[in-house]
């Protein structure tokens, strides 16, 4: 299996459209996964939650963004 790139900011007609539709696959995968996502920021804010870690740790989604890491551990 080949790994696609993701587009620079050349890619396309200048409008972001390509860099959308890519932000939108990997969102797509992301809240498809069996397995916990959880992003942060360098500080251990949460940045983004997939449903499966909502589920595993029992929090909804939107109570963990903003949140710190250390609320999880």
């Known amino acids: 299996m080949s790994r696609e790139e993701p587009p620079g900011p050349a890619a396309g007609d200048g409008s972001g459209a390509g860099v959308r539709r890519w932000e939108n696959r990997l969102a797509a995968i992301q809240d ?3 397995e916990g996502v959880i992003t942060v920021d360098e500080k ?3 940045l983004d939650v997939n449903p499966a870690a909502s589920e595993i740790f029992g929090y909804g ?3 963990l963004l903003g949140r710190n890491v250390n609320l999880l551990l």
Do not use: D, M
């Open 61 to 63: 989604v939107e109570e």
């Open 44 to 46: 251990g804010i949460i």
């Open 32 to 34: 498809t996964l069996s």
